[in-house]
């Protein structure tokens, strides 16, 4: 190996580290708010203030039947399937496996330029994704990730069974740890943007799609997220290649 060759490996590496690191950090941050937890009232006081506060601004103080009860203190509602189940859960499988994309680039920078390249947008996009989708969900890009996702899922299937055409790639791949983790992540993505587009109308009302807070995901999706971060740190560490 030469030491261009070692050169250029090296800038991928750096290239595809730099990114998974910046866009890592910037979901984390974005997800930072909603892993705070509820501030509670006080006391019964606070919550008669609070009580009338929104009986002013509804615009019923004073009405018949309005009243100053304390509302009682009862555990937030459970969150939407949609809000706390399948939306959580497709932002989180996405950026994993974003990462994975990005930690397999460079050995495939060293088979062909165009396959380091490829790996190199699908992490972005999916990373881009992500974000986009804590700070502003549309159905859109749910049938965007959806359709995505799923061309990726084709292109692997089509090169660990029969290659690729044009001398890309003569023989099928062989199945690695990686990329076996990726399309794991990459199918629960589908799974659950399809689920999105079925129970989301196309005329959905603003603020209908949006990302609950931690403690409203349903407690599977917290689990998965646990498992999927464990599971990155693990390949990470162990030098498992793809």
Do not use: K
């Not at 129970?199 to 999706?221: E, N």
Request: charged fraction near 10%; hydrophobic fraction near 55%.
């Amino acid at each position: 190996m030469t030491a261009q060759t070692i050169g250029a490996l090296s800038l991928a590496h750096a290239i595809h580290y730099a990114v998974l690191a910046v866009g890592l950090v910037g979901l984390v941050a974005l997800l930072a708010p909603r892993f705070m937890p509820v501030r509670r009232p006080a006391d019964e006081h606070e919550l008669r203030v609070l009580a009338l506060a929104g009986q002013i601004s509804a615009g019923t103080l004073g009405q018949s039947g309005g009243s100053l009860a304390t509302p009682d203190p009862v555990e937030p509602a459970r969150a939407d399937v949609v809000t706390g189940t399948l939306l959580p859960l497709a932002v989180i499988s996405c950026a994993a496996a974003a990462a994975v994309h990005a930690a397999v680039g460079p050995e495939h920078f060293r088979e062909r330029l165009v396959f380091g390249l490829f790996f190199a947008a699908a992490s972005i996009a999916q990373l881009g994704w992500s974000w986009v989708m804590v700070l502003r969900p549309s159905r859109r890009l749910v049938a965007i990730a959806a359709l995505g996702n799923a061309g990726v899922l084709t292109l692997w299937l089509v090169t660990r069974t029969v290659g690729l055409p044009f001398g890309l790639l003569p023989t099928p791949e062989p199945l690695g740890t990686w990329d076996a983790a990726g399309t794991v992540w990459e199918l629960v993505v589908v799974a659950a943007c399809v689920q999105m587009l079925q129970r989301l109308p196309r005329t959905a009302p603003s603020g209908t799609l949006h990302l609950a807070r931690w403690v409203d995901w349903h407690r599977g999706v917290r689990a998965w997220t646990v498992v999927s971060v464990l599971l990155l740190a693990v390949l990470s560490l162990s030098g498992t290649g793809s």
